[in-house]
């Protein structure tokens, strides 16, 4: 019996364009692809969405390796704000039917220039943040533990009184579906721009008959 819906943000809640972020790291003289290529984010991009730094030593760390004399919290969260091309307003509201009768929980690795405007009421249409689509955030800053490691969802089943059986994870990085997959929780895998709403619904259904 599926109990709690554990949903990544980036590709799952809002749709990703990691081709204009690189486009405005690039802009201001930063290479992208050493910081966030294929094998994942490192260095100090690394840092800041483990909470081993803050947001304002990520524009230090910024301004020194563009060679600027100072990158303001604007600058670098418009470069982050990249990633987010839309947010699918029939996924808002499938996820409020599904709080209605499943616990929500936010598990993302992310950083403090994202949260920052998906906690505001800029987040969407209907004017209201991400912490009303869910009703716990696991964000990696936060928490200082990052996807697909396990502590991250040992943390969170943990810190919200879950069993691993009861939940079904939504993301789409498959190497994150299957580090919670190996724990126990069901993992569904979100491909690229796909609309899962439906796939989701009947995935419940199937689990919990």
């Known amino acids: 019996m599926i109990k709690n819906i554990l949903s990544d943000m980036g590709g799952v809640v809002f749709l990703q364009d990691t081709q204009e972020a690189f486009r405005r790291f690039r802009s201001y003289g930063l290479d992208p692809d050493f910081y966030m290529g294929a094998y994942g984010q490192k260095d100090f991009f690394l840092d800041v969405e483990t909470g081993k730094i803050d947001a304002d030593e990520f524009c230090r760390r910024m301004a020194e390796a563009t ?42 690795n992310t950083n403090p220039f994202i949260m920052g405007f998906t906690r505001s009421n800029r987040f969407s249409d209907d004017g209201r943040p991400i912490s009303d689509y869910f009703d716990s955030p696991f964000c990696s800053y936060e928490i200082k533990r990052y996807k697909p490691n396990p502590d991250f969802f040992e943390y969170a089943l943990e810190a919200d009184g879950m069993k691993a059986d009861e939940c079904i994870f939504l993301d789409d990085s498959l190497k994150n579906v299957q580090g919670a997959e190996a724990l126990g929780i069901h993992g569904f895998h ?19 008959a």
């Open 67 to 108: 060679g600027r004399d100072h990158i303001s919290w604007d600058e670098a969260q418009y470069c982050w704000l990249g990633f987010l091309k839309s947010v699918p307003v029939n996924r808002l509201h499938f996820l409020s039917k599904l709080k209605a009768n499943y616990h929500l929980c936010l598990l993302t």
């Open 190 to 208: 979100v491909a690229p721009d796909e609309d899962w709403t439906t796939r989701l619904a009947e995935t419940l259904s199937r689990l919990n």
